[in-house]
C-alpha cells in the first residue's frame, strides 16, 4: 500500500494532524463545526465532561460528553478554504493511519454539524429562527478542484438555478444535498431549505459599500428561485464545502444556521448572542438523541 508523503499529510511533534492539532483518540464520531474559535466553549459548556482541549490557530477544538454522547466541537474559521483543512484533517484523523501514512483498510464515517449564522433569503423566514439546509450550493471553487459529480436531482436543480439567476463573471455553481440520515432529525422547529454559500461577505453576498458589483440583482434572483418544493432560504459561507467534501469523503453532514439577518426585510438581530445560544441549546438536544 503506498504511503502519504509527509509533504502532503503534515503531521506534528505529537503525533497530531498539523493545522487542527487532533489524533485519533482525541476526535468522537460526533463532530460539531463553528465558524468562531470563541463559541467552542459556548457549546462546550453544556457538556458533562470536557477530556481534552486543543488549539492551533484558529482551530480550536474540545472533545466530551452530553449524558453518553461523545462530541468534538471545532471551530473552522471563516470561508470555504478553512473548510477544506478542516474537513480534510477531520477525516484523516479518523482514517488515515499516521504511523504508517497508509489508509485505513475500514472506512470510518463521521456526523458532522455545522451550527453557525446566516442571513435569511425569504421574507417568510425571520429573524432568529433555525434552517437547516437541505443542500448546499456553492457560488465559491473549492469542489472545482476535485473530482466531484452531482446526482441527477442534484443537477436538475443547478441547472435551474443557473438558468434563473443568470449569473455573469467565471461563477461556476455546484450543489451537493444534505445527509438524510441527519436532517431527519431537524424537522419540528426548523425551516428548512437551499443553503447558498458564498466566497465573501461583501460583494459575493450582494452587499455595496463602496464597489459596484458584477451581479447587482443577486439577492432578488436568489430570493425569487424555486424549483418544484425546492427554494432558496439562506446564504452563508462555508455549507456547501461541508456537504461536498463530506460526501466525496463518505461523511453524513448537516449544516443548522440561526438567522441573524433578514436580507429581504433589511432587518438585523436585536440579540444575536440570545439567538445563538438558543440554536446551541436546542441542537444539542438533538443531538444528544440521534
Known sequence: MNKIAESELIINSRGAVYHIDLRAEELADTVITVGDPDRVAVISKHFDKIEIKRQHREFVSHTGYIGKKRITVISTGIGPDNIDIVLNELDAVKNIDFETRTIKPNHSALAIIRL??????????????????????GLDNLLHYYQFKMNNEEEQLLQQFIAHTQLSGSIQPYISSCSAAIIKHFVKGFHQG????????????????????????????LSSFHFGNHRISNFEMETSAIYGLGKLLGHHCLSVNVIVANRVRKEFSKDGAAAIEKMISTCLGVIEGM
Open 194 to 221: 437551499i443553503t447558498v454559500t458564498c466566497p465573501g461577505f461583501y460583494g459575493p453576498q450582494g452587499r455595496v459599500l463602496r464597489l459596484g458589483l458584477s451581479n447587482p440583482f443577486l439577492v432578488e434572483r
Open 116 to 137: 453557525g449564522t446566516s442571513g435569511a433569503l425569504q421574507e417568510d423566514i425571520p429573524i432568529d429562527s433555525l434552517v437547516a439546509g437541505t443542500h448546499g450550493l
